[in-house]
């Protein structure tokens, strides 16, 4: 998917559809309070590379322009003001009208092309909706570092997961419904930000086989098909522990006394392999939190096997993050006997173990920890 991203941003460019023989097309109108006349019309290529320069001009003395290009088929260009903002263009007319004040860039007007008037309306409601995940994201930070309730955490996930489901709504609504496959191209590259593959690939299979003419459509179907057949042979190997019996765990509590894992056999444990120091593992703390406090009480619990060396780190951590349930560590950081035992070499890490001591699960985060737990806490 990261590839898949770097394409998206380097592409969201195309040039499409053949259901119209298209050819000449004019952009015209009006630019005001520019601090430079000079301005062109450029081709975004499909396939990553840098935009072509089809038409120059400078601005006459009252804003007006007029530039002139051939399109093969339905694409995507942008008209450029020089040392200022650009405007998205779809050549789905002979004749685009742009008027755009540099003091209000954002709210620039385009008549005579639907698709490109389309694309501006998705990209200021995509916009507000992206403010408020980011302000959303920022509220979550600001109370991990707090150290704010398990409740507050909750509540702020549960409304950023709601605002990504909105986000994903609105981008996959505008792709079924647009008649223009570029102005769809273009909204495949915004949803592959938070989109799963599989949806991805379903939305544009259903683009590319409407649009069947369209260069740009087939070849980004063909690239997701291609990564999908190939995510088997990517995959990493199964975990060599994966149901079979859990090895043994020894050893001293955050009082220095001994710990088995045996002895929580009868219930369902996640141990959890993490350290003060991990970063992501701080990260993810809040998500087990949520984890621990709704499914405690269902025959569950967790063992934190840290892999600190510091144990006032690691204490402080435990406080710190709320961790409210049984901690070992033998505070030998990587040299842990752990780590060659349950065979990881990266952290946060984790093995669910069911209650007859059998690993069941493992590599558990987020919301797969969650839909894995109501699966087997019935």
Same mark, same amino acid.
């Given at each position: %998917?990261?590839?898949?991203?770097?394409?998206?941003?380097?592409?969201?460019?195309?040039?499409? =559809?053949?259901?119209?023989?298209?050819?000449?097309?004019?952009?015209? !109108?009006?630019?005001?309070?520019? $601090?430079?006349?000079?301005?062109? @019309?450029?081709?975004?290529?499909? !396939?990553?590379?840098?935009?072509?320069?089809?038409?120059?001009?400078?601005?006459? $003395?009252? !804003?007006?322009?007029?530039?002139?290009?051939?399109?093969?088929?339905?694409?995507?260009?942008?008209?450029?003001?020089?040392?200022?903002?650009?405007?998205?263009?779809?050549?789905?007319?002979? $004749?685009?009208?742009?008027?755009?004040?540099?003091?209000?860039?954002?709210?620039?007007? *385009?008549?005579?092309?639907?698709?490109?008037?389309?694309?501006?309306? @998705?990209?200021?409601?995509?916009?507000?909706?992206?403010?408020?995940?980011?302000?959303?994201?920022?509220?979550?930070?600001?109370?991990?570092?707090?150290?704010?309730?398990?409740?507050?955490?909750?509540?702020?996930?549960?409304?950023?997961?709601?605002?990504?489901?909105?986000?994903?709504?609105?981008? *996959?609504?505008?792709?079924?419904?647009?008649?223009?496959?570029?102005?769809?191209?273009?909204?495949?590259?915004?949803?592959?930000?938070?989109?799963?593959?599989?949806?991805?690939?379903?939305?544009?299979?259903?683009?590319?086989?409407?649009?069947?003419?369209?260069?740009?459509?087939?070849?980004?179907?063909?690239?997701? %098909?291609?990564?999908?057949?190939?995510?088997?042979?990517?995959?990493?190997?199964?975990?060599?522990?994966?149901?079979?019996?859990?090895?043994?765990?020894?050893?001293?509590?955050?009082?220095?006394?001994?710990?088995?894992?045996?002895?929580?056999?009868?219930?369902?444990? @996640?141990?959890?392999?993490?350290?003060?120091? =991990?970063?992501? =593992?701080?990260?993810?703390?809040?998500?087990?939190?949520?984890?621990?406090?709704?499914?405690?009480?269902?025959?569950?619990?967790?063992?934190?096997?840290?892999? #600190?060396?510091?144990?006032?780190?690691?204490?402080?951590?435990?406080?710190?993050?709320?961790?409210?349930?049984?901690?070992?560590?033998?505070?030998?950081?990587?040299?842990?006997?752990?780590?060659?035992?349950?065979?990881? #070499?990266?952290?946060?890490?984790?093995?669910?173990?069911?209650?007859?001591?059998?690993?069941?699960?493992?590599?558990?985060? !987020?919301?797969?920890?969650?839909?894995?737990?109501?699966?087997?806490?019935?």
């Amino acid at each position: %998917m990261k590839k898949l991203l770097i394409i998206f941003s380097a592409v969201i460019t195309l040039i499409s =559809c053949q259901e119209k023989k298209y050819g000449a097309f004019v952009v015209s !109108g009006r630019i005001d309070h520019s $601090s430079s006349q000079k301005i062109t @019309l450029q081709e975004l290529p499909f !396939g990553g590379e840098n935009p072509i320069i089809l038409d120059s001009g400078t601005l006459k $003395s009252n !804003g007006m322009f007029e530039l002139r290009a051939m399109g093969k088929e339905e694409g995507l260009y942008r008209l450029v003001v020089e040392n200022g903002p650009d405007v998205l263009l779809v050549n789905d007319s002979k $004749s685009i009208k742009v008027n755009l004040d540099l003091n209000n860039y954002r709210a620039y007007k *385009t008549e005579g092309s639907p698709a490109t008037e389309s694309l501006h309306t @998705l990209f200021e409601e995509y916009r507000n909706k992206d403010s408020i995940l980011y302000l959303t994201f920022k509220q979550i930070d600001t109370l991990q570092k707090s150290n704010a309730s398990d409740s507050l955490l909750s509540i702020a996930h549960n409304q950023r997961d709601a605002q990504i489901k909105q986000m994903n709504a609105a981008v *996959t609504e505008f792709i079924n419904q647009s008649p223009s496959p570029a102005a769809r191209y273009y909204a495949l590259g915004m949803a592959s930000r938070t989109l799963s593959q599989e949806e991805l690939l379903k939305l544009t299979n259903a683009s590319a086989d409407k649009f069947k003419e369209h260069s740009g459509l087939a070849k980004i179907k063909s690239l997701l %098909m291609v990564q999908q057949q190939q995510k088997p042979a990517a995959a990493p190997p199964a975990y060599a522990l994966l149901n079979k019996q859990a090895p043994e765990i020894n050893l001293p509590d955050v009082n220095g006394k001994p710990f088995q894992l045996s002895s929580l056999k009868g219930k369902f444990v @996640l141990v959890d392999f993490w350290a003060s120091w =991990c970063g992501p =593992c701080r990260r993810e703390n809040p998500n087990v939190v949520v984890a621990y406090n709704k499914f405690k009480d269902k025959n569950f619990t967790i063992l934190g096997v840290s892999l #600190d060396e510091n144990k006032e780190k690691w204490q402080k951590a435990i406080a710190d993050d709320k961790l409210t349930w049984t901690h070992v560590s033998d505070l030998k950081q990587w040299q842990s006997a752990m780590v060659p035992l349950y065979q990881f #070499d990266g952290i946060p890490f984790n093995v669910l173990v069911d209650p007859q001591g059998k690993i069941i699960a493992t590599g558990l985060r !987020g919301e797969e920890l969650d839909k894995k737990l109501a699966e087997v806490l019935k």
